[in-house]
């Protein structure tokens, strides 16, 4: 059985570290900040995020939190729909899952600790190195931690590690210059909740809002909402010196309904900015090191599809199958992960990057009414693209041709209905 380093304790990291220990790896996980917590917005977890949690048995307690989200819906400003997207056009069965962090994080934590886990927090990882003995992992402080027989990276899309050790394989790892404003507030009358429905508007490419129900901290608690604001990176230091009475009213101008969340923001500090990177890489590890990067860290992207976190489960459900179909080859193992995504994270980093622009820019003239007239009716006028977008937006796809993707249906049992 392997040694294994995971550096970084956020979504991937704890998910991989899980399985391996669960596969009979001894795992440690190494943290740079002291006190490590959720960091994000609520997220979607789609379709394809259902099955890595199933096998990690935390399925049922996360449903309990989450919020079901049949619709994905967006609208200008007048109300003329653009985006329309119905899960169960695909399957009467099928639907997201709207969650917080902080609920997949405390679960994840608490398995950890059953396991016996080791967290090392406060621990800066700046290099990774490798002997006749393993692979080492160098702090900045000067330690140097190990041998290790594998090394994971999940340190997220700003990772600097990726870059010292991997960079002659790193393909970009760009800004979007659009970013993200976002607060999650009770959904007190829980009409979010009751619609389950992601709701969207949008003001030609420069403005776009909207509200994910979140589902919820503790059950006996109210239901909550993320409220997600569209901004300009160069922007966001203006936006911090503006009344925040300003801003609320620039949101209410576009959409009324965010009265009631608008009402529980008080101050800045209960809305936080998120810049999104496009980061490309291949292959996804380092054979002389015996390192992986998954998650953020390997392939972060826009959130325009809302794939981030499901795509980090698939990484360590995945790494953790390519290790068990080869028991005695670390080499081997990493080959396999990397072929075996390269088709499937392809895809969705290009399809984010050629959405993007039809939703967040300012760059292209006419993006915006050619979108709001032309994007609902194509996509709707033909079953078989209507099939392809849905099967996508599940997570389920595996390559750009109609045929490669993976069995969707196999996802839906009794214990998502």
């Given at each position: 059985r392997m040694n294994v380093a995971v550096i970084g304790c956020g979504i991937v990291g704890q998910s991989s570290s899980l399985f391996l220990r669960r596969s009979g790896h001894k795992v440690q996980v190494f943290e740079r900040v002291n006190d490590p917590k959720p960091v994000g917005a609520g997220f979607l977890l789609q379709p394809s995020g259902f099955?890595?949690?199933?096998?990690?048995?935390?399925?049922?307690?996360?449903?309990?939190?989450?919020?079901?989200?049949?619709?994905?819906?967006?609208?200008?400003?007048?109300g003329r729909i653009v985006v329309?997207?119905?899960?169960?056009?695909?399957?009467?069965?099928?639907?997201?899952?709207?969650?917080?962090?902080?609920?997949?994080?405390?679960?994840?934590?608490?398995?950890?600790?059953?396991?016996?886990?080791?967290?090392?927090?406060?621990?800066?990882?700046?290099?990774?190195?490798?002997?006749?003995?393993?692979?080492?992992?160098?702090?900045?402080?000067?330690?140097?931690?190990?041998?290790?027989?594998?090394?994971?990276?999940?340190?997220?899309?700003?990772?600097?590690?990726?870059?010292?050790?991997?960079?002659?394989?790193?393909?970009?790892a760009s800004q979007y210059?659009?970013?993200?404003?976002?607060?999650?507030?009770?959904?007190?009358?829980?009409?979010?909740?009751?619609?389950?429905?992601?709701?969207?508007?949008?003001?030609?490419?420069?403005?776009?809002?909207?509200?994910?129900?979140?589902?919820?901290r503790t059950l006996d608690k109210h239901p909550l909402v993320t409220l997600f604001w569209s901004i300009r990176v160069e922007d966001m230091d203006a936006w911090r010196n503006r009344p925040l009475d300003a801003w609320k009213e620039v949101v209410m101008n576009l959409n009324a309904d965010a009265r009631p969340i608008l009402d529980q923001i008080h101050d800045r500090d209960q809305i936080i900015m998120s810049s999104y990177l496009d980061v490309r890489m291949f292959p996804y590890h380092n054979h002389k090191l015996n390192t992986v990067f998954l998650g953020d860290c390997a392939h972060a992207m826009s959130p325009v599809l809302g794939q981030g976190v499901n795509l980090a489960l698939q990484d360590a459900?995945?790494?953790?199958?390519?290790?068990?179909?080869?028991?005695?080859?670390?080499?081997?193992?990493?080959?396999?992960?990397?072929?075996?995504?390269?088709?499937?994270?392809?895809?969705?980093?290009?399809?984010?990057?050629?959405?993007?622009?039809?939703?967040?820019?300012?760059?292209?003239?006419?993006?915006?009414?050619?979108r709001d007239l032309f994007f609902s009716p194509i996509t709707n006028a033909s079953e078989y693209l209507?099939?392809?977008?849905?099967?996508?937006?599940?997570?389920?796809?595996?390559?750009?041709?109609?045929?490669?993707?993976?069995?969707y249906r196999f996802w839906i049992d009794e214990e998502t209905q």
């Open positions: 099955r890595p949690l199933k096998r990690l048995g935390v399925w049922d307690e996360l449903h309990q939190y989450g919020t079901k989200i049949e619709h994905l819906k967006g609208k200008t400003k007048s329309d997207i119905n899960y169960t056009d695909l399957d009467p069965n099928l639907y997201s899952l709207g969650c917080n962090r902080g609920s997949l994080y405390s679960i994840f934590s608490r398995e950890m600790q059953k396991l016996d886990i080791p967290i090392h927090t406060g621990c800066d990882v700046i290099n990774v190195t490798k002997t006749s003995d393993g692979s080492f992992l160098k702090t900045s402080d000067g330690e140097t931690i190990g041998p290790f027989d594998l090394v994971i990276v999940g340190d997220g899309s700003k990772s600097k590690l990726r870059q010292t050790i991997h960079g002659e394989h790193m393909r970009r210059k659009w970013g993200t404003l976002w607060s999650i507030v009770d959904d007190i009358d829980e009409r979010f909740t009751k619609e389950k429905t992601l709701w969207q508007t949008f003001k030609k490419t420069e403005k776009m809002m909207g509200f994910l129900p979140t589902g919820r459900m995945i790494l953790n199958d390519a290790i068990q179909s080869n028991p005695k080859s670390i080499s081997d193992a990493l080959n396999q992960y990397s072929n075996e995504r390269k088709n499937a994270l392809k895809f969705y980093q290009n399809v984010s990057r050629w959405l993007n622009p039809w939703f967040q820019s300012s760059y292209v003239p006419g993006f915006g009414l050619t209507k099939k392809y977008m849905l099967i996508a937006q599940c997570g389920a796809k595996t390559g750009f041709m109609p045929w490669q993707h993976s069995d």
